[in-house]
Nanobody, 126 residues
Framework: QVQLVESGGGLVQAGGSLRLSCAASARTFSRLAMGWFRQAPGKEREFVATITGSGGDTYYADSVKGRFTISRDNAKNTVYLQMNSLKPEDTAEYYC???????????????????WGQGTQVTVSS
């Protein structure tokens, strides 16, 4: 069982930055692919970013590419999402997700993740 706890959300003006953190309780954190997803009011949850267990590969949604950076610290069992140049359309509940892989893989597909955090709210004002 893996427990995920997000933090770092809040209210920020357009153009500002936030860094989200997700702390995981897992014996072998480095075997977990980690992902960030978000859900805006009235919309379906969507993929934001993902990172392989080693941290060697990352993937992003087109809407955040060049503005967001996903990273991880395997010594701290934590994954981060650095969000820069925030836009009002980035307003959403952000969720951390995890899945064990035997290899160094990651997924952009929501249904492939087994563990989810409770979410942290990000609100970007115009």
């Amino acid at each position: 069982q893996v427990q995920l706890v997000e933090s770092g959300g809040g209210l920020v003006q357009a153009g500002g930055s936030l860094r989200l953190s997700c702390a995981a309780s897992a014996r072998t954190f480095s075997r977990l692919a980690m992902g960030w997803f978000r859900q805006a009011p009235g919309k379906e949850r969507e993929f934001v970013a993902t990172i392989t267990g080693s941290g060697g590969d990352t993937y992003y949604a087109d809407s955040v590419k060049g503005r967001f950076t996903i990273s991880r610290d395997n010594a701290k069992n934590t994954v981060y999402l650095q969000m820069n140049s925030l836009k009002p359309e980035d307003t959403a509940e952000y969720y951390c997700s995890a899945r064990y892989y035997t290899g160094d893989y990651a997924s952009t597909r929501e249904y492939e993740y087994d563990y989810w955090g409770q979410g942290t709210q990000v609100t970007v004002s115009s």
